[in-house]
């Protein structure tokens, strides 16, 4: 059964980077493709492409500078006991890790279990951490991708939502590869945000059983 909410979700964003991955929801959502709302898009980093993005659509734009907690034993909490506060004050529902470069602790993490979604351009549980599409080319691996997730305390660990695969292509370079796997992150994460809103998504352990979903082709055949 799925939820009909009265409200629109509350979505929080937090980016680090160029932010076109918030962009593709933003987009989603204007174009009724998505039915949430994006209360807060809060950065790491006071020149973020993202934050810029969020103003040119009239968004919440937020800049949490972590620079007042360095050196602290506990700065990562406390940065994210900060960054709490703000999602607490915005009423977010649902909180979305798009080019978010910092390490969210348990801080954040229990206050929004699977309430928290990530990307990340690999196909899960191979490759998490940094430079992933090299490491997938590097490795001869046929099949790439991009993952969202559920996020939990280990790195690009937590259950996972949706994935989508694209070749590796015997004349790939990195960023050959990351764009192709970008043009899927696009699709991927606003259709896992929609989901999410529908109330179609049960975490069953390590696995994300989708209401209503439909199998889509048996199989994807790498290149050749
Ligand atoms: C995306 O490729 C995303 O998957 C990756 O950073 C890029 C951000 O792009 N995230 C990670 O690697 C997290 N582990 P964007 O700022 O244009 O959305």
Not at 3 to 25: D, E, F, M, Y
Not at 77 to 93: F, G, S
Request: proline share 5%.
């Amino acid at each position: 059964m799925s939820i009909s909410r009265t409200t629109p979700l509350r979505v929080a964003v937090l980016a680090s980077g160029r932010g076109s991955n918030l962009q593709a929801i933003v987009d989603a959502i204007e174009g009724g493709q998505v039915q949430a709302r994006i209360v807060a898009v809060i950065s790491n980093k006071k020149d973020a492409v993202a934050l810029e993005r969020a103003r040119k659509h009239g968004l919440t734009d937020i800049f949490v500078d972590s620079k007042p907690f360095a050196g602290r034993p506990d700065s990562r909490e406390a940065y994210d006991l900060m960054l709490l506060e703000r999602l607490q004050q915005h009423e977010v529902d649902l909180v979305l890790l798009a080019g978010y470069m910092k390490i969210v602790t348990g801080v954040l993490v229990n206050a929004y279990a699977n309430r928290m979604m990530n990307i990340h351009p690999s196909l899960l549980p191979s490759f998490p951490g940094l430079d992933v599409q090299k490491k997938a080319i590097d490795w001869g691996c046929k099949l790439a991708g991009c993952t969202v997730h559920f996020v939990t305390e280990g790195v690009d660990e937590g259950p996972i939502i949706i994935q989508a695969a694209v070749p590796i292509l015997d004349d790939d370079i990195p960023e050959t590869l990351a764009a192709r796997i970008l043009v899927q992150e696009h699709k991927i994460y606003p259709r896992a945000v929609q989901l999410f809103a529908e109330g179609r998504l049960r975490v069953d352990g390590r696995r994300v059983l989708i209401e209503g979903a439909k199998p889509e082709g048996e199989a994807i055949i790498s290149s050749a």
